[in-house]
């Protein structure tokens, strides 16, 4: 239950595009992102579809042709083609919207920065499109030590805390390393009614590899549970506030597996569409889990694979020069107790330049033959094979 949470709760929590009828079908893009992050069923999953999304469509703004392209067909941009600035309009919106499920209750906080390599220049007009549509700041710094040093700390204020170590070491050594992107989202929110804490007892878990004991949440409440032959989903709101869990809790006759297979933008619609309502016994573990996830194995088979070739990456409205994207994570976590929910999510993109031109290799560990001849009249003055030295 707990891998596929986070990401609908994510993909539910922003019904936003498929109700403007606007292009982006991003619960599309969540599911499929779930699907090529989980690897083994028996493994807690949490990732941030929203941050990975916001992250790229940042770059998808300075990147052309092909590059442009495979970046918004992997985030399901749909009709919004490889259009920079209608892309950066859809997450402009967004973030308004976003802006509006917040109250004193309900803490939503996202960044964007864009970290340059010292002497590193950009274009005007992405800087300028980067700062519009995403609110990013640009700032300079060393790469290298210093540089992991220093956004690191940044995303741990970001995310008050929770993530403290987002870049790792062998990452910003290359010297080719010019600029970093950052993503950051960071949620505190209370149920609409919280759990009491004296009703908290454990209980039975009953996971694919045995059972074990956990403190579970319970409450006897009126709540709303969506209804599918393959599962059931119930609705947590959060107070104040547009945002929403939901729990998808497999039937007794499916598997988990089966209900992430069906994941998608209509399924979800579907379910949603005859809510059952009434007074409910409700039970659910408390959990504290993440994860840790390198995004290029990940979107490049979703069709984002020239943005990682160094040979075919076009990020030219960007800077002057060939840029490829090096490296991609993400790291997120969530909490949920009596009180609510505290998530955090923290994404990075590493761009170097590329079309650099590589070193071969000539080995000759293997017989060979050898030629001594004269360069201007081709007379060959000695011919032999090395077969062993």
């Not at 949470?5 to 779930?34: H, V």
Request: net charge neutral; aromatic share 8%; glycine share 6%.
């Amino acid at each position: 239950m707990t891998a596929v949470l986070m990401c609908l709760a994510i993909a539910c929590a922003f019904p936003l595009f498929a109700e403007s009828g606007a292009a982006w079908q991003q619960a599309d893009f969540a599911a499929e992102l779930y699907r090529h992050t989980t690897k083994n069923p028996g493994e807690n999953v949490v990732i941030s579809p929203w941050s990975v999304a916001n992250l790229f469509a940042l770059l998808q703004t300075g990147a052309r042709g092909d590059t442009a392209k495979g970046i918004s067909s992997a985030l399901r941009l749909g009709a919004l083609g490889d259009g920079s600035f209608s892309a950066a309009k859809t997450f402009r919106e967004a973030r308004a919207d976003l802006a509006c499920a917040t109250n004193k209750d309900v803490v939503l906080e996202l960044s964007d920065s864009l970290w340059l390599a010292t002497g590193f220049r950009i274009n005007p007009e992405f800087a300028a499109l980067a700062g519009d549509a995403f609110d990013a700041e640009i700032r300079s710094t060393e790469m290298g030590a210093k540089g992991r040093t220093t956004i690191n700390a940044f995303v741990k204020d970001k995310t008050h805390g929770r993530i403290g170590n987002l870049i790792e070491p062998p990452a910003l050594n290359s010297r080719d390393t010019c600029l970093v992107a950052v993503d950051t989202v960071y949620l505190k929110a209370q149920w609409q009614v919280p759990f009491m804490k004296s009703a908290t007892r454990e209980r039975d878990f009953h996971a694919a590899d045995g059972d074990s004991k956990a403190p579970f949440l319970h409450s006897t409440r009126h709540v709303e549970i969506l209804d599918a032959p393959e599962c059931a989903a119930l609705r947590l709101p959060y107070r104040s506030s547009s945002l929403e869990m939901l729990v998808v809790l497999p039937s007794g006759s499916n598997t988990l597996a089966e209900v992430e297979a069906k994941l998608s933008a209509k399924w979800l619609d579907r379910l949603a569409a005859a809510p059952w309502r009434g007074r409910a016994d409700i039970a659910l573990p408390k959990f504290d889990l993440g994860s840790e996830h390198d995004l290029k194995p990940i979107l490049a088979p979703m069709g984002m694979d020239a943005a990682f070739d160094p040979t075919r990456a076009d990020f030219g409205n960007i800077a002057p020069g060939r840029l490829y994207i090096s490296t991609a994570m993400q790291k997120a976590n969530v909490t949920v107790d009596e009180d609510g929910t505290e998530a955090s999510a923290a994404a990075y993109a590493v761009m170097q330049r590329g079309g650099v031109r590589r070193l071969r290799s000539f080995i000759a560990d293997r017989p060979f033959l050898f030629l001594i001849r004269e360069t201007r009249t081709g007379i060959v003055l000695f011919l032999g094979r090395v077969a062993k030295p």
